[in-house]
């Protein structure tokens, strides 16, 4: 039983001079973290030095993919259908009868305002008889006009009724699903089918709006679409009067030709839109790039020493970003191992060629 308690208590004196030693290690690297007498292990970073290039500054954005036009195929009028003209995700062309509504009992009432009017016609016609002998008042005879216009009123009234029955396309398109067949008794709160103009399509976007001056009428863009690598054009035609409040962004519209159908309305888009060449453009990789809480910084290589320099930037690529301040040409900016340095710390620079 002694050696059992020996063992443990060895085991335990063991556990304890190890904790001590961890803790002194520890203190040691917390009180002077850069080694002995302060002076810091020079690091080995790679970098590139600054230079001045032409950048095609384009801008990479999201935007949807909406129809030329589109509308909701409704009926005005209540009523049974009677036919429907169209085939499912057919093409149908501008003026087209898509559906009929039963217009029966509408023509029953037009004919009769048809007889009312003639009816009043001919009281008209007498009564100017009667006034040119001044048989009557020209009140009475003004009354006899006034019934006349009153029924051919109600008969325009009942023939825009019955031409409302007939229900066409508002221009050419492609036509979906229908939700109606014949003999449902419609209202006009039932969606008939979705008439779409693919034949172009828009593209709306929203830029950020520094760069609100650098976009005009008539500019052009290519974009691409999930699942495909083709690139289409487009052109810029309308752009939004004013920058959005919330977003701080100005919203943009482009159209494109979709001849073959390929687009469909709906998608998303990937934009890039051309802006200005910059000459004279500082361009980093975008690894050098340190986000920090008021903005952005890079540590460049000064005396054999890391230093902290804060940046502006604008557009930003797969591989690399754009510096509008804070660079200058011939700066050795590092651009590996930037998350570990600190101000002051000592670095050997590899540059890369």
């Given amino acids: 039983m002694k050696i059992k308690y020996l063992v443990y208590a060895l085991l335990i004196i063991g556990l304890g001079a190890f904790i001590a030693y961890r803790i002194t290690e520890n203190k040691s690297e917390t009180e002077d973290p ?28 999201s935007g949807s993919i909406e129809a030329n036009e589109q509308v909701e195929i ?25 559906f009929k509504v039963n217009d029966a009992e509408l023509r029953a009432q037009l004919r009769q305002a048809q007889t009312k009017q003639g009816l009043a016609s001919e009281n008209e016609r007498r009564a100017g008889l009667l006034l040119k002998k001044e048989a009557i008042s020209q009140e009475e005879y003004d009354i006899s006009r006034a019934d006349l216009r009153t029924a051919q009123s109600q008969s325009q009234l009942i023939q825009a009724q019955i031409a409302k029955t007939s229900v066409r396309a508002p221009f050419s398109g ?10 449902t008794y ?49 052109k810029v035609y309308a752009i939004e009067p004013s920058v959005d409040a919330n977003t701080r962004t100005l919203q943009v519209r482009a159209i494109a030709e979709n001849s073959d159908g390929k687009l469909l309305a709906g998608t998303y888009a990937n934009v890039e839109l051309p802006l200005e060449i910059i000459k004279d453009a ?3 990789p975008t690894e050098a790039i340190v986000p920090v809480q008021n903005g952005k910084k890079v540590f460049v290589s000064e005396n054999g020493k890391a ?34 340095l600190k101000a002051d710390t000592p670095v050997k620079v590899r540059i890369k060629k």
Avoid: C, W
């Fill in 34 to 61: 850069k080694g002995k007498g302060g002076k810091g292990k020079e690091m080995t970073v790679g970098g590139i030095v600054a230079k001045t290039e032409t950048f095609d500054n384009n801008l990479s954005l």
């Fill in 74 to 98: 409704r009926s005005e009028v209540s009523g049974i259908v009677e036919s429907i003209n169209f085939k499912e995700g057919s093409f149908v062309s501008k003026g087209q009868l898509l």
């Fill in 174 to 183: 492609k036509i979906g699903l229908r939700s109606i067949s014949p003999g």
């Fill in 186 to 234: 419609i209202t006009p709160t039932i969606l008939v089918a979705n008439l779409v103009n693919v034949s172009k399509l828009k593209i709306t976007f929203s830029i950020p709006e520094k760069y609100a001056t650098q976009v005009k009428p008539n500019s052009n863009l290519s974009f691409t679409v999930t699942g495909s690598t083709e690139k289409y054009s487009a």
């Fill in 282 to 284: 500082i361009v980093i």
């Fill in 307 to 340: 230093k902290e320099v804060m940046v502006e930037t604008a557009t930003r690529t797969d591989s690399s970003i754009l510096v509008l301040s804070g660079l200058k040409a011939g700066d050795t900016i590092i651009t590996s191992g930037v998350m570990s």
